[in-house]
């Protein structure tokens, strides 16, 4: 409850308040071109209450007065209004006290040739209107003595602006008015007394006050109750004081007399204006010492200047615009960005706006006044020449902010040059002021008598001479500190940035709103409306966006919670077991509101503007959904919560893997990071060796020549005795390089459109562009070649970049010739396979039993350093004793689901047991990243031939283990070797394990195939698909036989035999008792094979060529004699074609690649390890042992002519 005390006291601080009004409006008002009344200062009242809501006390803070107006106005503007009010309102004996005319033209007043307003005008009764307002308001807060006082300075003020001065360098003085005699400083002294620290006799002035000014000198100093003599001689000469000398003084010229005057002007008016505003927070303080901000809550209003942009800016707009720029930035910040967080946070889909961003202009302008608080000091010290200090000022502003002022593009530029004004002859120099980029457009500053203005210092002596005077208000005015204080440099820019700083903490810790003024015209008349001016305006404050904001967002939001207990009567009473949001929704669709016109979001409804009262208005006359509405609403949210339910689901399903993608994910970083520092430091290890101990001698078996190192099969009699061991022939893979992958067809096959297909000339650039590795493994060592399609395309076309790849030690590929230098161990490879379902996968097996599975990456010609490949796992479980005969991939269509999860390789080696000669051992490892696991170990065993074939003194042989197209099957094969195995999966309590069981030992099985060594395999998908039918295998043998097995599987998954299609190859044209080299499959006829697989399939064309299979109709036979035959499907079965049709390589011409038969190869098995090209399909390759190098032909079979080439 509020008490009567507290009641009386709160209207007596509101009357304060009213009448503060006036009194800052006289003060701080000014009629300008575009407002009679407007404010040249910034305001912010607060108002301070009780709990109880009493107004207890109040308070005025204000920012920057433009005290430069009292002594300059731009044309068509005025003075301050209390100038004009005095004059028109004080009755004549105050005038004659003051020593003033209420229709004089004082030049302060009327600088631009205006005439004084006449007696009994309508205007001058208005002004004495105003002035009878001014002095009721003041009485409130001083009496008429003290109110004598404020005129008196005023009336001072006026008379210090008639004063004028005369120039005594040219000897004879120059009149402004004829040529009157300037009195002599021996004139009278007037109030005050004799001057003090009179000048030298010896030191001339510069200067003389005008004979005409004298009277108006002597009456300012008389009201301020100052010795003239001595305001005079602080007008003409400068006081430098250093400590332990004595004073000197220094004469001013005309134009530092003048600027002395006008500062002495401006520095009153704004003391005298901070003293009334003192006097007025005094009166309306509250009763107690403690800050009212601690004790009460407050509302407070900003009444502040607006943007400008006047035909001449200086230092005041600068400060102007620098408060508009921060607030601007404050609404951005505070409205406009909390606005769109909100949208985000409800999860509302609302286009968000773009808002400038101010900082860097504010950062700008700041940098700017330290600069020019620097210069000021400087100019203050006397360290620069005062004409100079502005110009000084403006070209360290251009050094530090305009790098560039041709190509700048930051918040400050240079000021643009006028070409008509350059011919009129006034034209701006480049250091006479710059411009500012601000948020409402661009503004030209001149920096002309900045240092000035940025002073809030009077002259020390003048400070003195207000110290020691009688005058309670003039005394006031003072400030004693700075007497002495010549070198301070009491800056302008500094307290206006911290008033600025303190006032925007201030509004940081309230609730604000905002209303936007904006003028209708700029001829200041009723009823006319001018659009593009007020757009302008619209613009400049930064309403833009925030009509953009709620043009696309939603100006009405209210809580959930409360419009629900609000509207809650106007559903059914069932809807109360709903949710807020849930009710809320079914309120709106139960009244078909339109949907546009509103939105839900987490806890608050969005509404366009006027929808509330919508449904208020509905509420009011009681209406009520009809009940088919609510059955459907019910139908609805019933759906709904199906489908929430469902997705709940489907996200606990799918969270479990998403946590284990990323614990692998962050696992394979930390151990990539590991082997990247693991690496690095045996590197370095190995130099820190090399440094201290020497160079390494290089093992002797690198320093064997190139063809020593190149010969055929595996393994051989070491001890005497007969063992197990390996026999195959040189194999060859072939895998795309990586490094020289074109990067744009990539892209375009990433964004292909299935109804847009690829045009076949983007397919053909990237086949062109793009090379492949072709890899020989000859049972020591691994040879990579480079083939690229520009190179094979010209006349004298070969394989190029041969290197020795390094499987262990480096992963690099290493150039031949390298090879004898490099300081490090390069291990033999025993055994090397290719993943079938990703091409780029390899495994090898090397001198040691280490078996490492890596993915080839590529060589780059340009730099040979480049690692080669990437290691993805290792299996070190083998002994120094067991041999590995052969290694085959399985893919993710035949292994248990949890090995593909962590995303494991499964690989499945053939070995020996020293321990049991009698047994071959097929052992599954599933491999990862950093580990290793054994699945399963197989037996297989050796029956009577190959034990007897043992005892006669002679090496078992095993030429192949190879899995088959579907992987289903693993074929073993050599000789007197041929043994079929099934790969399946199977459940073994929870868990799924591999298995491997026998199928079919032809040895045994088939009596007229017992004696054969069997030399190559190839399975090749379905020729002839059919139910049932699996896979297709192809067998070669050293009797220059072809036997084919076909293998079905019936409706439990079982795989069998089809012995009714398996047998020999009736239609072969091999040379009887002639070894079967090579099967090659192939992967097309011509180099555009692939390109409509391609365009149907949406792959980009390497992840293409990485998964492509064989055809399934055709492949070619390679025998040791060098005939090379074509097989191809047809209805009676599998033919080849004559040798008349097709080159055989025999014929095939080494020396040159034009011609159209080769000689035949003088040695027996020349040609070895044939294989197809996948990215030119038409390419056939192979090893040429005679000449110790890479060989391709070109095997169209459009053409009966065979190009070759080598490396």
Not at 171 to 196: D, H, I, K, N, V
Not at 604 to 633: C, T
Not at 880 to 891: A, D, I, K, T
Request: charged share 25%; hydrophobic share 35%; net charge neutral.
């Amino acid at each position: 409850q509020v008490s009567r005390t507290d009641a009386a006291h709160g209207g007596r601080i509101q009357e304060r308040i009213i009448n503060s009004n006036p009194i800052l409006e006289s003060f701080g008002n000014a009629s300008t071109v575009r407002n009679s009344n407007s404010s040249r200062f910034g305001k912010y009242n607060e108002m301070y209450f009780d709990a109880v809501g009493s107004l207890m006390c109040a308070g005025i803070k204000t920012y920057l007065l433009e005290s430069s107006r009292v002594v300059h106005q731009q044309p068509g503007e005025r003075n301050f209004h209390v100038f004009y009010e005095m004059l028109a309102g004080l009755d004549p004996d105050d005038l004659d006290q003051l020593q003033l005319e209420n229709c004089h033209p004082y030049k302060l007043l009327y600088a631009d040739g205006s005439q004084p307003l006449e007696q009994d005008s309508p205007q001058m009764m208005r002004e004495r209107e105003k002035f009878s307002e001014l002095r009721r308001a003041m009485a409130t807060f001083v009496s008429h003595e003290e109110q004598m006082e404020f005129w008196e300075v005023i009336a001072a003020l006026i008379h210090l602006g008639e004063v004028e001065f005369v120039d005594l360098t040219d000897g004879q003085g120059e009149q402004p008015l004829g040529t009157p005699t300037p009195r002599t400083a021996a004139a009278s002294p007037g109030a005050g007394g004799s001057p003090t620290n009179a000048p030298d006799t010896d030191v001339q002035p510069k200067v003389e006050v005008h004979e005409d000014s004298q009277d108006a000198l002597d009456q300012a100093a008389e009201l301020l109750d100052i010795s003239r003599l001595s305001l005079e001689q602080a007008l003409k000469f400068k006081e430098m004081r250093i400590p332990g000398r004595p004073v000197i003084h220094t004469p001013r010229s005309q134009a530092q007399a003048m600027r002395t005057l006008h500062s002495i002007i401006k520095i009153l008016y704004k003391r005298l204006f901070d003293e009334i505003v003192r006097k007025i927070n005094e009166s309306s303080a509250g009763r107690s010492d403690t800050a009212p901000s601690e004790r009460f809550n407050s509302i407070g209003t900003l009444d502040i200047y607006g943007f400008e942009r006047l035909q001449t800016n200086s230092f005041e707009q600068l400060c102007i615009n620098l408060a508009n720029e921060r607030l601007q930035q404050f609404f951005i910040e505070e409205v406009l960005e909390a606005e769109q967080r909100v949208y985000a946070e409800e999860g509302l889909d609302i286009p968000r706006v773009k808002l400038p961003d101010n900082r860097p202009v504010v950062n700008s302008i700041e940098s700017i006044t330290v600069i020019l608080d620097e210069h000021s000091l400087r100019a203050r010290k006397g360290l620069v020449r005062e004409n100079d200090a502005d110009n000084k000022f403006c070209e360290h502003v251009h050094r530090d902010h305009i790098k560039d002022p041709r190509h700048n593009s930051g918040p400050v530029l240079p000021l643009k040059m006028s070409s008509s004004a350059a011919r009129a002859g006034n034209a701006m120099r480049l250091h006479d002021g710059f411009q500012i980029r601000h948020y409402a457009g661009d503004v030209s500053y001149t920096t002309k008598g900045w240092i000035e203005k940025n002073s809030d210092a009077l002259v020390p002596e003048v400070e003195g001479l207000l110290c020691d005077t009688k005058k309670n208000l003039t005394s006031r005015l003072s400030e004693p500190n700075n007497v002495n204080a010549a070198s301070t440099n009491n800056s302008v820019s500094q307290k206006y940035l911290g008033n600025l700083n303190d006032l925007l903490a201030t509004l940081q810790r309230c609730h604000v709103h905002y209303i936007r003024c904006f003028n209708p015209n700029d001829k200041r008349e009723p009823g006319h409306f001018i659009q593009k001016y007020v757009l302008e305006q619209v613009k400049n404050c930064g309403t833009e966006e925030l009509v953009k904001i709620m043009h696309y967002g939603y100006p009405n939001r209210c809580m959930l919670g409360e419009l629900r207990q609000r509207f809650t009567e106007m559903l059914p009473p069932d809807f109360a077991r709903y949710r807020d949001r849930e009710f809320m929704l079914g309120l709106m669709l139960a009244f078909e509101i339109d949907e546009s016109q509103w939105t839900i979001g987490t806890r608050r409804l969005f509404l366009k503007a006027g929808q509330l009262r919508v449904l208020e208005n509905m509420r009011d006359v009681g209406s009520m959904a009809s009940k088919e509405i609510i059955k459907r609403i019910r139908m609805q949210f019933a759906r709904r919560k199906v489908r929430s339910v469902a997705k709940m689901i489907a996200i606990a399903a799918w969270w479990p893997k998403h946590v284990r993608k990323q614990r692998r994910t962050n696992f394979l970083r930390r151990l990539r990071q590991s082997l990247f520092v693991f690496v690095r430091l045996h590197r370095w290890l190995r130099k820190a060796r090399t440094s201290l101990y020497g160079k390494q001698p290089t093992p002797p078996h690198l320093k064997k020549d190139f063809k020593a190192n190149m010969h055929t099969g595996y393994g051989g009699r070491q001890d005497g005795t007969s063992r197990l061991v390996c026999r195959g022939f040189p194999k060859s893979f072939v895998a795309l390089n990586l490094y020289e992958e074109p990067e744009y067809p990539s892209f375009l096959k990433r964004d292909i459109n299935m109804r847009s297909p690829i045009e076949d000339n983007v397919l053909r650039i990237w086949q062109h562009d793009t090379t492949e590795n072709v890899f020989l493994h000859n049972g020591s060592e691994v040879l990579v070649a480079r083939l690229s399609p520009k190179v094979l395309s010209q006349a004298q076309g070969h394989l190029d970049d041969v290197r020795r790849l390094d499987v262990a030690e480096s992963s690099r590929a290493v150039p031949l010739a390298d090879v004898p230098h490099v300081d490090w161990h390069i291990p033999a490879v025993t055994v090397m396979c290719q993943h079938r379902m990703d091409k780029q996968m390899f495994a090898s097996c090397d001198e040691n039993n280490d078996i490492t599975v890596w993915r080839w990456h590529g060589t780059d010609a340009s730099d040979p350093s480049k690692i080669a490949f990437r290691m993805i796992g290792a299996y070190v479980g083998l002994g120094p004793e067991e041999q590995v005969l052969g290694m085959c991939f399985l893919s993710q269509n035949v292994v248990p689901r949890r090995i593909t999860d962590q995303q494991g390789t499964v690989l499945v080696i053939l070995r020996t047991n020293p321990n049991n000669k009698n047994w071959l051992f097929m052992q599954v490892i599933s491999i990862y990243q950093g580990s290793h696991y054994t699945e399963l170990i197989k037996t297989v065993p050796i029956h009577t031939a190959q034990i007897a074939a043992a005892a006669a003194d002679e090496d078992l042989e095993i030429h192949f283990f190879e899995a088959s197209h579907t992987e289903r099957v693993l074929m073993i094969g050599g000789r007197h070797i041929l043994k079929f195995y099934t790969v399946d999966t199977r459940q073994e309590g929870d868990k799924s394990i591999i298995s491997l069981e026998p199928v079919l030992d032809v040895v045994q099985e088939f009596a007229e195939v017992r004696d054969a060594s069997f030399t190559t395999c190839l399975s090749l998908p379905p020729p002839t698909p059919s139910i049932g039918m699996l896979d297709w295998v192809v067998i070669g043998d050293d009797a220059g036989r072809l036997l084919g097995w076909k293998f079905n599987s019936d409706d439990h998954g079982n795989i069998t035999l089809d012995e009714s299609m398996s047998g020999k190859f009736r239609s072969n044209l091999h040379t009887p008792g002639v070894r079967i080299r090579s099967l090659i499959g192939i992967y097309g006829s011509s180099a555009d094979s692939h390109y409509r697989h391609v365009q149907n399939s949406g792959l980009s064309y390497s992840l293409f060529l990485n998964k492509v299979a064989m055809e399934d109709r055709c492949f070619y036979s390679l025998a040791e004699d060098g005939k090379l035959l074509v097989w191809r499907m047809r209805k009676e079965g599998w033919k080849s074609s004559p040798e008349s049709q097709l080159p055989t390589m025999e014929s095939a011409q080494v020396a040159r690649a034009d011609e159209a038969s080769m000689p035949q190869a003088a040695l027996s098995g020349q040609n070895v390890a044939c294989h197809a090209s996948r990215l030119l399909p038409n390419i056939l390759l192979w090893y040429d042992q005679r000449t110790e190098s890479f060989r391709f032909c070109d095997r169209r079979l459009e053409s009966k002519e065979c190009r070759a080439g080598g490396a």
